[in-house]
């Protein structure tokens, strides 16, 4: 079916609607006026071809940008703000950002927004790609605003809680940074949580998974599932080698890759994993870690569906193996390795791994970029070109330099624009 003359109408009325952003007042007055008259359409496929053309259109408008027409009108605000609308949108395949913690004064934390738009173009990034304080703008019951850290991220999705020094006494919440909704996770009964961590199972199906400590000094595994309407915690029976305690173990930064969430840890052997489908801790005592005298452990995430860490090997000139989990047998194996002396012209320091980004391309093989900081600047690594581009000089003052170079690859966390609701059930 073609759209009519009038069809064509609506479609163009849209098209200029998706360019519309919350700091144009005259262009969203003229909006409003031209969306306050009716759609001329003479026959009802007319109407359902056009609200099929405005829906699919609206799916792909980036999700920051399709919240900001929810003030153009009531009509506007339903149609987004429909559930069915919000299934439907199409994830970008790159985090927008990435969200840095910078210590302060007085323990309080600041929150550095380094944009990752244009990473796979050309020339430098525009300025105004860097915020140094974002505010988290969370509704807390309390607590200073300055006190709240960033615990987790995926999906655009956080976890952060407050900096109370009593564990018992944290809490919690689940925040979406695009629309700024927030909601307290409750805690599981009255153990110390040491770590909260989001796992997707799907694209707006979620876990949180929470690894606790009795008084007792013993380690559970708890699982809440926020999409069932059901205010509940489930402890998931399962046994914690002595040699995978907190200490050793970097709970608060598990990742999920393929059904399982991995954990990072500070252990010359071994893998840690919580297998999802099968409720099993796994603990594969044999698998070599990067962790020795003369290298470091310097990031630990995911890209295009596999599980990625980054070897820092300072003693023999700022080498970065990138290693790659691979099953059957479980392995590490060297995917890239990057000489800093030899391809990063800034090289002159300690360097710090922010992200690695996927390029556009769906292929398993195609482009993927390093993001690194060395010494105020923030740099793109191509690997498959071998390329380096200057993406943004922080001109940050000396002292804030200092805090910034002090954090590792631990203290980012990466942001996705996404409408889904962060929603607690109701106890």
């Known amino acids: 079916m073609k759209a009519t003359r009038n069809g064509d109408k609506g479609m163009t009325s849209v098209l200029e609607a998706t360019q519309v952003t919350s700091d144009s007042s005259s262009t969203l007055g003229n909006l409003h006026r031209q969306l306050q008259q009716p759609i001329p359409a003479t026959t009802l496929d007319d109407l359902l071809y056009i609200g099929e053309l405005r829906q699919e259109i609206l799916t792909r408008v980036p999700a920051k940008k399709l919240f900001s027409l929810t003030i153009v009108c ?63 703008n969370i509704v807390t019951k309390g607590e200073n605003e300055a006190g709240l850290v960033i615990n987790h991220s995926s999906n655009g999705l956080f976890i952060c809680s407050s900096t109370n020094p009593v564990n018992y006494a944290r809490r919690f919440y689940l925040y979406n940074p695009t629309t700024k909704q927030s909601n307290e996770i409750p805690r599981p009964f009255q153990d110390s949580v040491i770590a909260m961590n989001l796992a997707f199972e799907a694209p707006k199906i979620y876990k949180i998974i929470a690894v606790c400590r009795s008084k007792g000094g013993e380690y559970s595994l708890k699982v809440f599932a926020p999409s069932r309407s059901i205010l509940l915690w489930r402890n998931v029976k399962v046994n914690f080698p002595d040699i995978t305690t907190n200490d050793k173990v970097l709970y608060e930064y598990g990742v999920y890759v393929s059904g399982s969430l991995y954990w990072p840890h500070c252990v010359s052997t071994g893998l840690l994993f919580f297998n999802m489908h099968e409720e099993k801790l796994v603990w594969q005592q044999d698998i070599p870690q990067p962790h020795s005298s003369h290298s470091t452990l310097a990031y630990f995430g995911e890209c295009r569906g596999h599980l990625l860490m980054i070897r820092y090997r300072a003693m023999r000139g700022g080498i970065l193996d990138v290693l790659e989990l691979r099953h059957d047998p479980t392995i590490w194996y060297i995917k890239y390795q990057v000489d800093l002396k030899v391809e990063v012209p800034y090289f002159t320091g300690p360097v710090y791994v922010l992200a690695i980004v996927p390029g556009e391309e769906e292929e398993d093989d195609g482009e993927s970029y390093l993001i690194i900081h060395i010494f105020g600047k923030v740099l793109s690594y191509n690997f498959k070109h071998q390329s380096v581009r200057l993406l943004y000089d922080l001109d940050l003052q000396d002292f804030k330099m200092d805090a910034m170079r002090s954090q590792s690859w631990k203290y980012v966390h990466s942001y996705s624009e996404t409408l889904l609701h962060p929603k607690i059930p109701s106890s």
């Open 74 to 136: 009531k009509r506007w605000r339903t149609m987004i703000k429909d559930p069915y609308l919000i299934r439907c949108l199409k994830p970008r395949r790159n985090p927008a950002a990435i969200f840095v913690k910078r210590w302060m004064q007085y323990g309080s934390f600041e929150f550095t927004r380094i944009s990752l738009d244009g990473v796979s173009g050309y020339g430098r990034g525009d300025s105004r790609g860097i915020i140094l304080n974002v505010p988290l």
